[in-house]
């Protein structure tokens, strides 16, 4: 079964076989994770994702769907790109929120990736309301089938950080 950890901080510091970027469809960059991955990370992450663009995802890459790069000069070694969906004032698809985690998952597997570190996916200027984001979250790592040994919630601030480890409980947040 994955272990799941929390940490509060910058996602471009972690150290780890993968690191998810909530990434906008156009996988060029953007605001936010996506912004702060593709600055820190360096050209080589738009470079790869610029190949992505014209080989296999001339529209864009899909919502809730994954792909990976390069992790250019961060501290990973892979970035896993996922497209969360906006949530809209009536609510939006949780399964498409839950499939961000499960396909990042499914594509680390394919790189042999044991620890990967994931934002809190959509609750930025996508909306999504942290506590059901955390929810999603957790359930979907924890129902993952997945060779991946650490998930690491990397979560900006400590209201998010406190958020996650509710959705835990005692026993798992550290």
């Not at 969360?84 to 680390?108: I, N, T």
Request: proline fraction near 5%.
């Amino acid at each position: 079964m994955v272990r799941i950890t929390l940490v509060q901080g910058d996602i471009t510091a972690e150290k780890a076989d993968a690191v998810v970027n909530a990434a906008n469809s156009s996988l060029l960059g953007g605001g936010g994770v996506d912004g702060a991955i593709h600055r820190r990370g360096g050209p080589e992450i738009l470079a790869a994702c610029e190949d992505l663009r014209r080989s296999h995802y001339g529209k864009g890459l899909p919502t809730g769907r994954a792909v990976a790069t390069t992790a250019g000069r961060l501290p990973a070694e892979h970035v896993i790109h996922t497209v969360g969906p906006v949530y809209q004032v009536s609510g939006s698809d949780p399964s498409l929120l839950a499939s961000c985690y499960r396909e990042s998952l499914r594509v680390a597997d394919e790189l042999g990736a044991r620890t990967v570190a994931f934002p809190a996916i959509s609750t930025g200027a996508y909306g999504w309301p942290m506590e059901d984001a955390a929810r999603i979250a957790v359930e979907a790592v924890r129902g993952a089938e997945t060779s991946v040994e650490e998930v690491r919630f990397v979560l900006y601030d400590e209201q998010a950080y406190q958020v996650f480890a509710e959705q835990l409980g005692p026993s798992e947040a550290e």
